[in-house]
C-alpha cells in the first residue's frame, strides 16, 4: 500500500474529520516551520509571538496564549528570544508594576512584515485548490468550531489535576 493509499485510508476511518484537520496543520506547519527556522533561526512560536506583540501593542505574554494556545513557558521563552535580538521590549505597566506589556521595536515589526508577506503567500498556495467562495465557507466552518467550546476544554479527555499540574497552571 502507498503512501497515498494510507492517508485515503485514515481519511476513510471513524476519524476522519479530527485527521483531515491535523493532516492540513500538521503539513502546513513542517512548511512553515522549517521555512521560519532556517530563513530567521526562530521557532515558529516566536513569530506568532511577533505578530500577536505587533497587532496589540502592550499585550501581556499570558494573553498571547489566548490567541495561540501554548504552554505559558514556550510563549515566556519566545517573548525571551525576540527581546535578546531587539525585536520587541518589555515595559513595566504604569496601572501595575508587576506586569509586564510587550511591544515590538522597528527592527521587530519591519521583520514581521516580511515573514508576514511570506506568509500570505503561504496561504494562497495552501488554498490555491479552492474557489473564492469555498475559501469563505471553509473560513466560516473552521471560525465556528474555534469559537466553539469543544476546541480548548473537553469533557471526553478530562485529566485530573494533581498537585504538579495545579502549581503549573498557577505559573502559567
Sequence with gaps: MNEQEKLDEILQSDLRY???????????????????????????????????????????????????????????????????????????????????????????EALLAEIRGASVRRQEELFAPLTDDEREIFFDLARKIAAGPGLLDTVTMKIEKTDATRSQDETS
Design 18 to 108: 479530527l485527521m483531515l484537520v491535523s493532516y492540513i496543520v500538521l503539513g502546513n506547519n513542517a512548511v512553515t516551520n522549517r521555512f521560519i527556522e532556517q530563513t530567521y533561526q526562530m521557532p515558529v512560536h516566536a513569530w506568532s509571538a511577533l505578530f500577536a506583540i505587533v497587532m496589540f501593542p502592550g499585550i501581556r505574554a499570558k494573553e498571547i496564549r489566548a490567541l495561540f494556545p501554548r504552554p505559558q513557558n514556550t510563549i515566556s521563552r519566545a517573548a525571551s528570544l525576540l527581546e535578546t535580538r531587539g525585536l520587541i521590549e518589555q515595559r513595566t505597566s504604569k496601572a501595575d508594576g508587576r506586569e509586564k506589556k510587550l511591544y515590538a521595536t522597528q527592527a521587530g
